[in-house]
């Protein structure tokens, strides 16, 4: 009897954690090797559904209290299938088994097909497989920026400003961070034709936040405040700067704001400034949805359904040798898994995930196999030398294949050597218009990053007078996070972040 009750209790504790927490946390991994599994698929019923990351973690927000006939259901190309009821739901750490199957099931209903003739199946069947005229998609979007600095030198060869010396220029050059992480992340639906893409996206913004260090802005902040007080003492109103490097040169008024005060408290209760603050939030928030926009456009249109994509491995196959290397098991369907390598100057090497049944690729891995682009001249430099990432899609009830993931890790160098000469001139005073003069030669190396991770849950068909009658309305700015909040998307399902994202923390 006891034993009885104990197990009621016990049973009872579990579903009042599920019910009280409204989500589940955990990570996969391989039974076999114990490596974490990525990119696996964890749905709640048709609609509700998350991606595990890199590591292979996830967690999932129920919209309401689960029932005992919730089940979640987990899949991942090569792994067995894994169904657990929400509320039998007790282990942090899930072990996925892989499949194995037999060529001859492959091949009961399909032609034994070469890899080209595959490929050529798939580009007679692009049209039909993803095309969703009108669409909307709530979604999850991440772009982590990291900065490294290789190289930071001034020398200052002359100057008749004497605050403005060798001196003044290495403090500049001290407060220059080596190093800079920044993470913006937005909740959104996002409504999209395969028409026109570029022309007819609209975004809506739920909720965004920006992770970075604003003491690195604080730090300039107080240059520009000294550098506006030497301007102040030394340079004319009325004055116009020069600037030359190199060959070049060119002419820029002086910012008259630099001779301003400050607001006063006063000044700053007036109706016109509280009115001109207002507008220059409403331009923020605008700004920030316009560009959230044109990235998500930039990200996806980068995919390899469409003509222009630089992943040209459909639409320019003669350029790739193809080979099918295994064929794996996703839900209830099997797909061929061929790679992809340059055999004409192409750019890229990867691996395809393709639907034996209706030739959709449901998974493209690539990778960039040399340098992208080059340019150095007159002491500019820029390369681009890493691009690579992976599309997901997914079949939805009407048979069309939507996105479900898109990930894109860009990496760039960056450098800048030469003379940079600053003349003062002013065509009001008598005899040399020449006033003042500052001349350096500098030399900045600067290797940049930018992993961009978008997640779609839930994807819906609109009509289109539905589509038509949405309007954007810029209402939202991210909100600033000095320091990882694991709080701030609470409720919400997302991206977990990684162990980079989690230890962020400003520095004091």
Known sequence: MKQAYLLILVFSLSITSVVAQHSINARLIDSVSQKPIPFANITLGKKLGVISNADGVF???????????????????????????????????????????????????????????????????????????????????????FNKMLKKHVDVKKTTIPELNQKFADSILNILPNTNADYTEILGDFYTTTSDIIDDAKLDIIKASHLYDKNNAVSFDGVEERLN???????????????????FGTKTEIDTTIFNDEPTKEEKQTEAFLQAQKKKEEARKKQFLSYRKSDLIDLQESSFIFEDSDLNFIYKPNKYEFEIVDHLFLNEAFVYKITFKPKRGADYKGVLYINTDDFAVVRADYQNVKQLKSFNLLGISYEKNLFKGLFIYEQDDAKNYKLKYAESVDGTNFGIKRPFKIIEKNKNTKGRRKQNEISTDIHFIMSNSEKRELVV????????????????????????????????????????????????????
């Open 59 to 145: 967690q999932i927000h129920f919209k309401k209290n689960p029932s005992p006939q919730d089940s979640l259901m987990i899949s991942c190309l090569g792994y067995e299938n894994k169904t657990i009821p929400v509320l039998k739901f007790k282990d942090s750490l899930l072990l996925l088994s892989p499949s194995s199957i037999e060529l001859d099931e492959v091949l009961v209903s399909n032609k034994h097909y070469t890899a080209d003739e595959i490929i050529e199946k798939v580009y007679e069947n692009l049209e039909q497989n993803y095309s969703a005229p009108f669409n909307k998609s709530r979604l999850f979007y991440r772009v982590s920026y």
């Open 457 to 508: 849950f839930e994807n819906s068909t609109l009509s289109e007078s539905s589509f038509n009658n949405f309007k954007e309305n810029p209402d939202v700015k991210p909100t600033y996070l000095p320091d990882y909040d694991p709080t701030f998307w609470e409720g919400y399902n997302v991206i977990e972040p990684n162990q980079a994202i989690k230890s962020f923390k400003s520095i004091e």
């Open 229 to 247: 007080t030497i301007l102040q003492k030394r340079i004319k109103r009325d004055s116009y700067f020069k600037v030359k490097s190199g060959l």
